[in-house]
Structures are given as C-alpha cells and as structure tokens.
C-alpha cells in the first residue's frame, strides 16, 4: 500500500515520484482514452484537502450532508493512528482526537481541525477512515474559507480524468482510469472494485489517503491507497490483480485506489453512520452483520 509514513509498515519512503502537478498548480491529465469526448475540466486545488501526521486525507461531505452537520475527515483505513485493521474488522464510533491540518487551495495551512471520534474505518473490501470532527462545515468555512470536497455518487468511468490531491507532500499527481479491478489483494487484505491508474500517477509514501477527484466534475471519486513496489504477487506493498475468473496478475510500477461512490447510502441524517440505510454496502462489524 502507499505506506504511512509513521507507522507499522513504515522502513522507507517509495520510489522518486512522477509529478503532473505540484504546489499550486493542477494540469489536466494527458489524453488517456482519445474514444472519450472531450470534455471541460475543473481545476483542481489543494482546498479541502488534510495532512494527517503519516498520510493524506480531505474534508468530505455526502451530498445531502447540510451546513450544520459535523465535518467529515476522509483517509485510508490503514492510516488509522491505531494502526492497522485486520482482515474482516470493521471500527465504528472510537473515540479519536486525532488533529488534521487544513489546507488552503495553493497548499498553504489554514488552520488545524480535530477529530472527535472514528466514525467507521475498515481494510475489508475497501481501504477508508472516516472521522467525525469537533468542526461543522459552516464553522470550517467561516473560520478558514474551506468548503468540503462532495462525493461523488456515480461509479466512476474507464478513462476519466482524475487528479490524486496529497495533503501530506502538497503534490498533485494527474492521470486517467486505466480501468477497474474485480479483486485486488495485499497480504492479508482483499478488495473489491478497485481503480487501476495510468502510469502517469505514481504516488508514493504519505500519499495515502488522498482524495481522487474527477476532473470533469470536480467531485471525489475514489481514494488513494496502493501501489505495487517490487513486482512481488500478493504481497505486502505489492497488491495482485485477481480477474473474475480467478487469474492472478501482477503489475509493477502501477498504483490503485478505491472507490467511494457507495458511501453516502451510509450516512443518513446529520452525517451519523447508518450501515443498515437502503444501498448501504460497506462492511458491518461482526457483531452486527446479517
């Protein structure tokens, strides 16, 4: 996975990155898909997004979420200060003061948001942490000038444009979907659906977490979270593609991330976690699962 760069797994920092945009600055991404009509992107920033002490992360909102309700912070479940979940575990409301700092759209500190508790986290299916914090939108935004970053609620597209924004290295990596994996696995961990880049987002250590936010739409798609290091099958830092026949291929070099789209369904009024809500799909923990 794109290690945390504190933490369990964290001997080393991964390869040199290949950067499309840096502090400031947001290119659309290279031509990935020329059957796609072209469509006018939305620039994409640093604002919203969260350096948390080991990896990325953003402010997030559903789309029903309201001014008043507690901020949602999102990263990547092996990001958690705990360290990270086993195979098939599911964390709901921990308590957590864990603080993120905020960042303005040129990637320059707004100010520090704190976390109240771990609304949910899991590596199971898919690799997310979602906190609840001490801070409304409205507050955030009165007090910073930071609006949240929506999810989108679409699955995302093959060949899409799409920015993956560090909080953590004030970097912004650029590429399309390459295409879409029906199970990627990593040591002990499996999951579903996820997105395969084009070669040109090779993110690294500390990227965990980031927001991957549709150019088009300007929306969050997915979230940042692995890359296969050394060319190793199914490994620790080298996930392997399983298709739906069950074949095992390995790619090197190549980077993944996870999709969000299913989230919302989880969250019900005032941003509280509902993992029984109509279409909600994420994992429940054992004790509550039918």
């Not at 794109?2 to 964290?10: F, H, Q």
């Amino acid at each position: 996975m794109n290690r945390p760069l504190v933490g369990t797994l964290a001997t080393a920092v991964l390869g040199a990155a290949a950067l499309v945009g840096t502090v400031g600055t947001a290119h659309a991404a290279p031509i990935g898909a020329q059957h796609l009509k072209h469509h006018k992107t939305k620039a994409v920033d640093f604002a919203g997004t969260v350096a948390l002490s080991n990896c990325s992360g953003s402010v997030v909102r559903m789309p029903t979420s309201q001014p008043n309700d507690p901020a949602l912070v999102m990263s990547n479940g092996h990001c958690l200060e705990s360290g990270m979940p086993g195979a098939g575990e599911v964390i709901v409301d921990q308590p957590s003061s864990r603080s993120f700092t905020l960042l303005d759209k040129s990637a320059g500190r707004a100010g520090t948001i704190k976390a109240t508790k771990i609304a949910y986290a899991t590596m199971t299916d898919t690799d997310v942490s979602l906190y609840e914090t001490s801070s409304t939108y409205a507050q955030i935004e009165q007090k910073y000038g930071i609006k949240p970053l929506e999810l989108a609620t679409d699955h995302p597209v093959k060949g899409g444009a799409i920015s993956v924004v560090s909080g953590y290295w004030k970097k912004i990596y650029s590429c399309n979907i390459d295409g879409f994996v029906p199970t990627l696995k990593e040591g002990d961990w499996t999951w579903k659906d996820s997105v395969r880049y084009t070669p040109q987002c090779q993110t690294i250590g500390g990227t965990s977490g980031s927001p991957v936010v549709d150019t088009a739409t300007g929306k969050v798609a997915a979230i940042n979270n692995t890359g296969n290091e050394d060319g190793e099958k199914c490994t620790v830092n080298n996930p392997c593609e399983v298709d739906e026949n069950g074949n095992v291929t390995v790619h090197k070099g190549t980077n993944y991330a996870e999709e969000t789209y299913g989230i919302p369904k989880c969250f019900g009024v005032g941003n509280k976690l509902d993992l029984s809500a109509a279409g909600c799909a994420l994992p429940k923990p054992a004790a509550t699962r039918r």
